[in-house]
Structure formats: C-alpha cells, structure tokens
C-alpha cells in the first residue's frame, strides 16, 4: 500500500490551531497602536453618515511598509458600512490595489463593477465610465468609498491626473448630493505643486495621515493578539516572541513581525516540536527577506518576473553593483527560451524597466558621462541578486 502523504500530514499534531490569523489579509477587529490614528479618520467622515451627501471627502494615508495603513483602512471602512446600515443609508467601500489596476481607467472600472459586475470591459473612456459611476449612484441613492491603495506608485508610472478627475467630479456637483469620497494610500505621496495643482494640493495638505514605524513594545501587542488566535496555548515561548520583535523593529514592520512568527510555527511543525522556539525565529530571519513580498511578486505580468529573474542573474554573475540594460536583455531571452516564452522587443522590455523601477524592485540609472555611449544601467539596492534570484525561480515554477 503507497503512502498517502497527504493523510500523513493531516493527522500530524500542529503548534498551530488557526493559520489564518497569522495571513496578510486578515484585518483583526482590534488594530493595537492605531486608535489614534482610527479616531482621525471617523471625525473626518463622519458627515458621510451624519450628513449623507451634502460632503465629498479626500483623504491621504502614508507610512513605511507594514506600519498598518492597510489594515486601518480597511477596518475603519468596514466600521463605516456598519454605521451606515444601522441608518439605512446605502454606503459601498472598494479597496483598489493600484498595482494591480495600473490605469485611471482600470481603476474606474473596478469601482463601476462594484455594482454593474457584468459590465463589459471595454468599449468606454474612463470619463464615460466615471459618469456612468455617479448616474449609478444617483439612481440608485447609493454612497462610495475608495480606498486607493498603493497609491504613490500609480502616481509614479501616471501621474496625479486620477485624483483631480476624482476630485472634480464631486466639485463640480454644487446642488447635487456628494456620492464618492476617497482614501489614497501609500508609502511616500508628494504633496508638492509638481505632482498636483494648486486646488487639489491644498484639499490634500489638509488633509493627511502619517503613519509612523512600530516600536518593539507596539509590535509585541500586535503579535501577542495574532499568536492567542493562531496558536494552541503554551506553545510560543514568550523569549520567541520578544526575538521576533526585536528582529521586526529594525523596520518597524508588523507585516515582517507576522511572518517571522508564522514561519518560525512551520519549523516547529516541521521538526514535530510542541514548542515554537527562538532559534526557529532564527532560522526563519535567515530564510525571509523583507522585501520579497508575495502580494507584491505574484501580481507582476509573467513577462516583468521572467525580466526581473533575468537582471538578479546578471547581476550575480557580474558580481557588479549595476549591469547593462543591454546585458540585462540578453539574458532575459536566454531566462524567456527556458522557461518556454516568446521573448518580447526592446521597447516593451524598457517599459517593464519603467515599471519595476517605479514599483522600487529595481533601480535604474544613467551611465556617468565619460563612459563609451550612453545607456541605462539596472542595479539592486533592496535584496539581495541571490535571494531574489532562487524567489522568483520558485514562483515561476
């Protein structure tokens, strides 16, 4: 009789009792060290229920990665649909990752779906589509709130025009009721007369969040809360817990804090231990890098990973700070041939170049004048060529 590996695995005794609470895209009830940060948002929005219609909002949220802008946002709208129900007041809340929806009009299409979902996909303009939206609205006596996640990277590869398009459109309904209001998050957003116009920057200005890095005694009471849903009792030691927030808090990442403590179960696990140890937590620092972002990786074009794959080879080979775009594509159509795809043209390879740049997955610069022709060079500053190299060889596969 085979060995069936799988029933193996599922009568194994596990550390864990509840996996899900240690994954990215749980947003717990409580969010420890943001109530402050909570309460700002409700006084700012409260006329949506308050007073339904007669304000637009437009906010702003940034912070460094895994300082809990997401989570926030997500929680405090959920809150809001919550309070708007108990008034009988139809309030929508659209979480959009503007990584994924990588234009004004993808962005719009989105929020129309949200209540025509057999919408056709094409055959519009996205002025249409916005009009579309607020008929919709109007007709139907409905509210919506957009949280435009990720949003410093839209602004990078687009520019700022999504949200004066948004803005006006609520500015210019005088007499009519304010349907759509917005929550643009991000890392970095510039709040200067180069990226907005002298309006739009004033409503911004006045209104923004920052969010500031988590503390080691902050990230220990997030984690504790994860670690009672997620864990069997008595089974992390408390020097675990204190390591995994000492490790995070060089960044101030809850995100990081999780994983850490997540992976560190799975060695537990693996190794058939009733105890989640420090040394596992150990071992998963030395396994994870922070910046090797699954929400961030896996939602890259196959192209753009393949091109990614081909710049941390080259770089590894070269043993250099930066390497050539030329070099680059040559080695993209040597990474295209294995993993069985059509190599793409130069053109749309220094596309996909912009791109990653601008998402902060590779840096990109001139070569110094003095040099033999000029060209652009592509380095690494985030991650190690290595690291990234065996991430995306797996995840390709």
């Known amino acids: ?137 109007d007709a139907e006596d409905r509210y919506l709130l957009v949280i435009l996640d990720e949003l410093d990277y839209f602004i990078k590869q687009k520019g700022s025009d999504i949200l004066y398009n948004l803005t006006r459109l609520m500015d210019d309904r005088l007499n009519a009721p304010q349907r759509l209001s917005i929550i643009g998050v991000g890392r970095n957003l510039p709040l200067d007369e180069s990226v907005f116009d002298p309006s739009t920057l004033s409503t911004l200005q006045k209104n923004a969040l920052r969010f500031e890095k988590y503390s080691a005694e902050a990230l220990y009471d997030i984690l504790n809360e994860r670690k009672k849903m997620a864990f069997e009792d008595g089974v992390v030691m408390n020097e675990t817990m204190q390591l995994t927030c000492e490790i995070a808090a060089e960044r101030g990442d809850a995100r990081y804090a999780i994983e850490l403590l997540w992976r560190a179960g799975k060695q537990s696990d693996s190794l058939d231990s009733n105890l989640v140890i420090p040394d596992y937590v150990r071992k998963a620092k030395a396994d994870t890098h922070p910046e090797l972002r699954e929400e961030v990786f896996e939602v890259l074009p196959v192209h753009s990973q393949l091109l990614l794959l081909a710049a941390a080879r080259q770089l590894k080979e070269k043993r250099s700070v930066y390497v050539t775009i030329g070099e680059v594509e040559d080695m993209y159509r040597s990474v295209c041939e294995e993993y069985d795809n059509e190599p793409r043209a130069h053109t749309q390879i220094w596309e996909w170049v912009q791109d990653l740049n601008a998402q902060s997955l590779i840096d990109t610069k001139r070569s110094s004048v003095g040099q033999r022709g000029q060209t652009t060079l592509i380095g690494l500053s985030e991650v190690p060529a290595e690291k990234l190299e065996e991430y995306l060889t797996k995840l390709l596969k």
């Open 1 to 137: 009789m085979p060995r069936d590996f799988v029933e193996d695995e599922l009568s194994r005794r596990s550390v864990f009792k509840s996996e899900q609470y240690l994954s990215i895209d749980y947003v717990p009830e409580a969010l420890p060290h943001r109530e402050a940060e909570l309460r700002t948002l409700a006084q700012s929005f409260k006329t949506m229920i308050s007073s339904p219609g007669r304000m637009s909002q437009k906010f702003l949220i940034e912070g460094p990665v895994g300082s809990g802008k997401t989570a926030v946002t997500k929680r405090f709208a959920e809150q809001m649909v919550q309070a708007a129900g108990r008034r009988e007041i139809k309030l929508h809340k659209l979480h959009v990752n503007c990584r994924v929806n990588k234009s004004a009009y993808l962005v719009y299409l989105k929020m129309l779906k949200e209540f025509k979902p057999k919408f056709p996909r094409r055959g519009h303009s996205p002025e249409e589509l916005l009009q579309m939206l607020i008929e919709v609205l």
